[in-house]
């Protein structure tokens, strides 16, 4: 079973569109994340959610906005993709909660737009 | 913020010689420094990681040292072999109660020369 499944794993897209990318961690994980790796292979925290409440937004554009049902899934949706948006985004969970632990990492979405 | 610098960007020995990846780190309450090893179009996957309270950590071929006074910590490899060839990233943490967030370097891609 995969403990990080985000999906989809490849998305192309036209300047303008609204995308969603979903991910769900089954690992009882309290803390969530999306990050962002670009082209040059820099891998940079967008937000963290711990039980369902957002901890971190760095400096994210608002066009980006996620989503947290539950503790098990964070969905990240993007309006008014640029071509600048184009990176891999990468999902991750980890215990959190003061615990230092090892982060889970989902196969990443590689967004492209056009 | 933590600020985590990363050298060399790139590095390329003969197979079977040794490889040393370093990391500085800025935020002196930092106490988990994970490696993590992101191989070709796959996500990134822990290899090793020291906490603040041990100098240093072996796992095989793989050795993590940590300098808390200097602040920075690097990554031993021994004995390379062609599949230890991938893109190595330090991240540096600090215990937070749910406000954790890992803070990455900027990658050192190894290649490994048969």
């Known amino acids: 079973d995969t403990a990080v499944s985000q999906t989809p794993k490849y998305l192309v897209t036209q300047m303008g569109n609204d995308k969603s990318i979903k991910c769900e961690q089954n690992?009882?994980?309290?803390?969530m994340y999306w990050y962002k790796q670009d082209s040059k292979k820099f891998l940079k925290i967008m937000f963290s959610?711990?039980?369902?409440?957002?901890?971190i937004n760095e400096t994210v554009p608002n066009r980006f906005s996620p989503k947290s049902p539950d503790k098990a899934h964070l969905n990240l949706h993007i309006n008014s993709l640029e071509l600048g948006d184009s990176a891999v985004y990468f999902c991750?969970?980890?215990?959190?909660?003061?615990?230092?632990?090892?982060?889970?990492f989902g196969q990443g979405t590689r967004l492209t737009v056009v | 913020g933590e600020n985590v610098e990363q050298h060399p960007s790139t590095l390329s020995v003969q197979e079977g010689d040794s490889a040393v990846i370093k990391c500085t780190y800025s935020?002196?309450?930092?106490?988990?420094f994970p490696w993590y090893k992101q191989e070709l179009g796959k996500r990134p996957q822990l290899i090793i990681d020291?906490?603040?309270?041990?100098g240093e950590k072996k796992d095989q071929r793989i050795a993590v040292t940590l300098n808390k006074t200097a602040k920075h910590f690097s990554l031993h490899i021994t004995e390379t072999q062609p599949e230890d060839s991938a893109v190595y990233f330090c991240?540096?943490?600090?215990?937070?109660?749910?406000?954790?967030?890992?803070?990455f370097g900027t990658g050192t891609r190894l290649t490994i020369i048969p």
């Open positions: 991750a969970s980890s215990q959190g909660a003061g615990m230092n632990t090892e982060a889970f």
């Open positions: 690992l009882g994980h309290d803390t």
């Open positions: 959610y711990n039980n369902k409440e957002l901890i």
């Open positions: 935020d002196s309450a930092s106490n988990y």
């Open positions: 020291i906490r603040s309270n041990v």
């Open positions: 991240a540096a943490s600090r215990s937070n109660f749910g406000n954790e967030k890992l803070t």
